[in-house]
């Protein structure tokens, strides 16, 4: 079974760095393209970007364009996010998931992500 597997949250000042990890199980980076979600307090879930296999970036979120991007580790099986020049805005739980139905391509709606990790928090405060 599909497991995905977040780590990397954390406090960070305004204008900084950080990287998040999202490591998977049960089925290979290499194959299946990953997307990555953001939920603030009291506000709904919403999509970021997806990294398809073959490295393409779909951004659901115009906020993140010139700051977030993404590097993947294939012997880990682990997909990373970078997020530079973070915002308090930026503050959320983050989430990596992946739609099994579209294997190595992103899904062109957030609804078709199947499996979920758990989430790290990402704190971005002075």
């Known amino acids: 079974q599909a497991q995905l597997v977040e780590s990397g949250g954390g406090l960070v000042q305004p204008g900084g760095s950080l990287r998040l990890s999202c490591a998977a199980s049960?089925?290979?980076?290499?194959?299946?393209?990953i997307g990555w979600f953001r939920q603030a307090p009291g506000k709904e879930r919403e999509g970021v970007l997806c990294?398809?296999?073959?490295?393409?970036?779909?951004y659901y979120s115009d906020s993140v364009k010139g700051r977030f991007t993404f590097s993947r580790d294939n012997f880990k099986n682990t997909m990373y996010l970078q997020m530079n020049s973070l915002k308090p805005e930026d503050t959320a739980f983050y989430y990596c998931?992946?739609?099994?139905?579209?294997?190595?391509?992103?899904?062109?709606?957030?609804?078709?992500?199947?499996?979920w990790g758990q989430g790290t928090q990402v704190t971005v405060s002075s």
């Open positions: 990294i398809s296999t073959s490295d393409g970036i779909t």
């Open positions: 049960g089925f290979t980076v290499e194959h299946y393209a």
């Open positions: 998931a992946t739609a099994t139905r579209y294997g190595s391509i992103c899904p062109p709606t957030v609804t078709e992500y199947d499996y």
